[in-house]
């Protein structure tokens, strides 16, 4: 695949510069430009080739963090957000078809699975909460019988299947939107082209590249991931972890023994959760948030690839389905993940530059209207999407700065893992991990499942 070419040195303009080619920027640019917005987007890579291309390819709506959500916001601000990631399985299908894109998009029920005793009912207080917003008909509640009907582990002993989800091959949506985008008349894309300098003033922004390129627009668009963490004034508003995942080679005789052959994405309900789906051609692909913290917007190896803890995801997967066992994993990788401190993505404007950050490893449906969202900010629309709750200045809660950032949080997620491990083998954890990893819930922090 031929890259686009970086910009060229000189002075260029354009009505919006969009910083970052992973779906976020990618969506925001398409937006624009079928408004009929100037834009020039930059990607100091390939765009879509990033963590956009890499995910675990789940659709997930916000529905199962209803309760969460009308702590934060109210049943209003909870229902019209929930309301909207609900739409955006939707808008990928339509867009697909219309661009003849195959992301090999797949609709089925997400199951929320216990997979250890300790599990179970994880899930009442999602439940409750969305029978009080008149939703109840999103989620059911499954016994362990309902749960292996699904999928036969011999772990599961219960679950909530929400009616409202999709899976998706990322990288083959990342690189049809790239296509399009690329294609798109009112779109001029360079890639390899890394941002330097970016000032905002009062009358727009002036940016200027690595390679001596200055770029003037009345307005920016920061779609870069974990990299806001190195953006001053949203330093503390965001972590960086990694998350892993394996796949296997095809088996489709096990997902006959399985009985998983509605292609349902699974979740468990580890505060490092896995996160199990199967794909096209029959393989299984499986996930573990349980990746290293990034120091700051440090980009560290270990983010991408970690054998250790592909490793360790590989032997998670062989207990959740030993059925498994003999099969060979085939493929593995990972990526860091910008976390919101309240596991929600959230935008705003500092001056002429608009930010989306924080999706927290869930950033396939919420790039899309987050698209919408940053288009209307950068072109001074007020909208029914800017007024959504998790659009404007931070969010309500902060991270310490680095070094406590990165010191603290490492410490937390080898506790949380603790913590989790423990109830796998239906033991309590010892006190030390236990007093550790309660800290986010007590600081207000939603972390990190």
């Known amino acids: 695949m031929t890259p686009e070419p970086a910009l060229a040195a000189g002075a260029h303009t354009a009505d919006v510069l969009v910083i970052g ?18 834009v020039l987007l930059v990607e100091a890579d390939r765009c879509g080739h990033g963590p956009s291309g890499r995910n675990g390819g789940f659709v997930n709506p916000l529905w199962d963090r209803a309760a969460e959500l009308r702590e934060m916001f109210g049943d209003d601000g909870a229902r019209r957000l929930c309301e909207v990631s609900a739409g ?3 808008d990928i299908e339509q867009w697909c078809d219309a661009h003849d894109v195959d992301a090999h998009l797949h609709r089925a029920p997400m199951l929320e699975v216990a997979a250890t005793e300790g599990q179970v009912g994880d899930w009442e207080e999602g439940v409750a909460a969305c029978r009080a917003l008149g939703a109840g008909d999103e989620v059911d509640i499954l016994d362990a019988r309902g749960a292996r009907a699904i999928c036969d582990s011999p772990e599961f002993r219960g679950g909530a299947l929400w ?27 360079h ?5 330097a300098a970016l000032e905002d003033g009062d009358h727009g922004v002036r940016a200027t590249t690595n390679a001596g390129a200055t770029i003037s627009a009345p307005a920016a668009v920061l779609a870069i991931n974990h990299a806001s963490a190195a953006v ?14 394996v796949a296997t080679e095809p088996v489709p005789d096990v997902l006959e023994r399985l009985g998983w052959t509605g292609g349902e994405p699974i979740a468990d ?3 490092m959760l896995h996160y199990f789906r199967t794909t096209q051609d029959h393989r299984i692909v499986f996930g573990w948030g349980g990746g290293r913290m990034g120091y700051g917007a440090r980009h560290r190896n270990a983010l991408d690839n970690d054998s250790e ?38 935008f705003g404007s500092l001056r002429s530059v608009h ?11 919420p790039t899309v209207w987050g698209g919408r969202i940053l288009a209307d900010l950068a072109t001074g629309v007020s909208s029914a999407m800017t007024r959504l709750p998790n659009v404007g200045g931070l969010p309500p809660r902060r991270f310490p700065p680095e070094p406590l950032r990165y010191l603290g949080g490492a410490v937390i997620r080898q506790a949380l893992m603790r913590v989790d491990d423990a109830d796998q083998r239906g033991r309590r954890a010892d006190p030390l991990a236990r007093g550790i990893g309660a800290l986010p819930a007590l600081l207000g922090l939603r972390l990190p499942r």
Request: charged share 15%; with cysteine.
């Open 21 to 38: 080619g992973g779906y976020l920027g990618m969506w925001t640019a398409w937006q624009l430009a079928e408004r009929g917005a100037d």
């Open 88 to 90: 955006a399985i939707d």
């Open 163 to 189: 009616a409202q989800a999709a899976t998706i091959h990322p990288a083959r949506l990342s690189l049809g939107l790239r296509h399009q985008v690329i294609g798109h008349r009112g779109v001029r894309v």
């Open 191 to 195: 890639e390899h082209t890394r941002i």
């Open 232 to 245: 001053d004034p949203l330093k503390r508003a965001l972590s960086v972890a990694s998350s892993h995942a």
């Open 269 to 271: 309900c580890r505060t």
């Open 309 to 346: 803890v592909q490793n360790a995801t590989v032997r998670h997967l062989r207990e959740l389905l030993p059925q498994l066992i003999g099969k060979r994993i085939t493929h593995a990788w990972g990526g860091p993940i910008d976390v919101s401190p309240v596991h929600l993505p959230w």
């Open 355 to 365: 930010y989306g950050m924080g999706f927290t490893g869930n950033g396939v449906g």
